[in-house]
């Protein structure tokens, strides 16, 4: 199955900066997914990532808040945008494949 | 649109105890059903998936069977030990190419000595 590679794994960023999460996958894939998952809860997906066009974003998450850029197609970037405590939860990214759905090691975002 | 709902946690049981965790789901079609573990400061991991109806998934003494009549996925375990101590996600994609994955809620799972 695709390995993927997160980075930064974590990270302390202050109020009001923003943040880029990249995952590099080891193989071509058509789809990745950017999923986000507050303490102590289940993960919500923010966005659909297609290489060469918009990402596809749920209820509640706009492209503003949290752009996407999908160059290629092993490589995607999530930035978490003008950012608040709120914002603070782990942020992975997911690709589908023939084998299953692979996730990222996460990046786990604390905002202070 | 399509849901799981799993049981709440956190469930402690004690070592070589029988594990069931349950989950029933709701979607359109013939979804794919999985369970994924998260250890504690690790990222997600596939457990085991069922593709089909009456489909037996099974992974590191894990099991989980697809019931269509009763749309469930019930993950069990004969014997528990320590190192699985995690949350487990139950989750599904829909029918049809590349899905988003829909995930319940998690139940953590912790196995004392």
């Known amino acids: 199955s695709a390995v993927i590679s997160q980075k930064p794994s974590r990270d302390i960023c202050q109020r009001g900066t923003s943040l880029t999460i990249q995952c590099q996958v080891d193989s071509q894939v058509t789809m990745m997914f950017w999923y986000r998952q507050q303490p102590g809860q289940s993960l919500t997906l923010i966005a659909t990532a297609n290489q060469g066009s918009e990402a596809t974003y749920e209820s509640g998450f706009v492209i503003d808040k949290f752009p996407i850029s999908r160059p290629n197609l092993t490589f995607s970037t999530l930035t978490v945008s003008n950012m608040s405590p709120e914002d603070s939860s782990i942020y992975l990214c997911s690709v589908g494949t023939e084998y299953g759905y692979t996730f990222g090691s996460g990046t786990r975002l604390t905002v202070v | 649109g399509d849901s799981v709902t799993q049981m709440e946690g956190p469930v402690t049981l004690s070592e070589e105890a029988f594990l069931t965790i349950n989950c029933t789901y709701t979607?359109?079609?013939?979804?794919?059903l999985f369970w994924y573990v998260q250890y504690p400061g690790e990222g997600l991991q596939l457990l085991l998936k069922a593709t089909k109806a009456d489909d037996k998934g099974s992974n590191k003494g894990f099991e989980a069977t697809y019931r269509k009549e009763t749309t469930s996925f019930h993950l069990e375990k004969g014997s528990v030990q320590v190192s699985d101590s995690a949350v487990y996600f139950c989750?599904?994609?829909?029918?049809?190419?590349?899905?988003?994955?829909?995930f319940g809620t998690g139940t953590k799972l912790q196995v004392i000595p």
């Open positions: 989750a599904l994609t829909s029918s049809g190419g590349y899905q988003k994955v829909t």
């Open positions: 979607a359109t079609g013939y979804p794919s």
